[in-house]
């Protein structure tokens, strides 16, 4: 209930290195509750659709229009979902480079940069979620464009050439160094790199358990298709029907260091 809702995240405490005193209890300690808010905001879109248009059309428009809005919607939410994960704080420049701004020609998508994106993942303690393979790592969105950029590298060539080859039969990226590749044609891109702020690249966002959340308030993240067919004070001839979808939610980033933000020039 409430348009607003609120995570609370536990901490963990600094190790105990320090052995038992026999027959002394020791001090405790205190925790550390962290609280996440985020409100929820509605969205969606409509459109008309004529009776005559309906009564003379060759296709059934509203059944057509109906299951496009539903594709609509989810990739809508899609976008709102991915714009909020990219604009955490966790970050990782190809090169080394501090920012996106220090990127320069040849800042390109490695093998070494995906090896220390594994590495920062797990010296961050950040726990492994189950995968869409079965297995236990980090799962990565990834561009199409730095799919192929995978597909090339001499590593998953040899992955997928010698030990499975099921993965380049079907072009699927599948797993290496402990993290699954998910292509998504929303996956971030930016124009603003490099010095002068004119370089194309792409940006990975590699996730960890517990990295987001979504609320969901009585059921309404799931986006409702509406259909009018009925005349209304507005449309009292019955001229048009309407076909709409809407959805409420929102998505809040819970753990800044279990969302790695991997950048590179295309």
Known sequence: AGATTTWRRLEMPAVTSTALTEGITPNGIDLTVNKV???????????KITDLLDMTGLDPLITEVSTMFGDH??????????DILAAGTNAQFANSRASRATLAAGDVLTTTEIQKARATMVKNNVKKIKL??????????VHPDSA????????WKDQNTYVNVENRKHGIMGKMYDIYFMEAN?????????????????SMIIIGADAFGIPDIAGSSKPEIMVFTEGSTEN???????VAWKSTFTAARLQELAILRLEYLN
């Open 37 to 47: 808010s985020a409100t929820v905001q509605q969205f969606g879109t409509w459109t």
């Open 73 to 82: 919607a989810g990739l809508s939410m899609d976008i709102v979902v991915r």
């Open 132 to 141: 869409p393979d079965g297995s236990m790592g980090y799962l990565a969105f």
């Open 148 to 155: 192929t950029t995978i597909f090339n590298l001499q590593e």
């Open 186 to 202: 929303t996956a971030p891109t930016f124009t603003n790199g490099g010095s002068g702020g004119n370089l194309a690249g792409k």
């Open 236 to 242: 009292p001839m019955g001229l048009y029907s309407t």
